[in-house]
Nanobody
Framework: QVQLVDSGGGLVQSGGSLRLSCAAS????????VGWYRQAPGKQRELVARITSGGSTNYADSVKGRFTISRDNAKSTVYLQMNSLKPEDTAVYYC????????????WGQGTQVTVSS
């Protein structure tokens, strides 16, 4: 059974930092593209950052220079270090793992709430 368990969200003041973690089980984690998405109330889910099996990364323009995604294949875990947080970063953050060549191998975490107060 595949599981992605998101954690690390919380309430932080503007300018603060949080680190999100997503621990995966039931998949060969090192082979997967993993990433973080977020969904704010009334908005569509959007890509925040992702990292390939080879370590290449890409980020949404709105978080470049503030957020850093990383992975630890030995721990089957992906991280999102979020610095200089802004109120507009407030959302539920979801971890995703997928194999690009296989559309059915696409998994989501349960989400973790990030709230940034002004």
């Amino acid at each position: 059974q595949v599981q992605l368990v998101d954690s690390g969200g919380g309430l932080v003041q503007s300018g603060g930092s949080l680190r999100l973690s997503c621990a995966a089980s039931g998949i060969t984690f090192s082979q997967y593209v993993v990433g973080w998405y977020r969904q704010a109330p009334g908005k569509q889910r959007e890509l925040v950052a992702r990292i390939t099996s080879g370590g290449s990364t890409n980020y949404a323009d709105s978080v470049k220079g503030r957020f850093t995604i990383s992975r630890d294949n030995a721990k089957s875990t992906v991280y999102l270090q979020m610095n200089s947080l802004k109120p507009e970063d407030t959302a539920v953050y979801y971890c995703n793992a997928h194999l690009p060549a296989f559309t059915t191998l696409d998994y989501w975490g349960q989400g973790t709430q990030v709230t940034v107060s002004s």
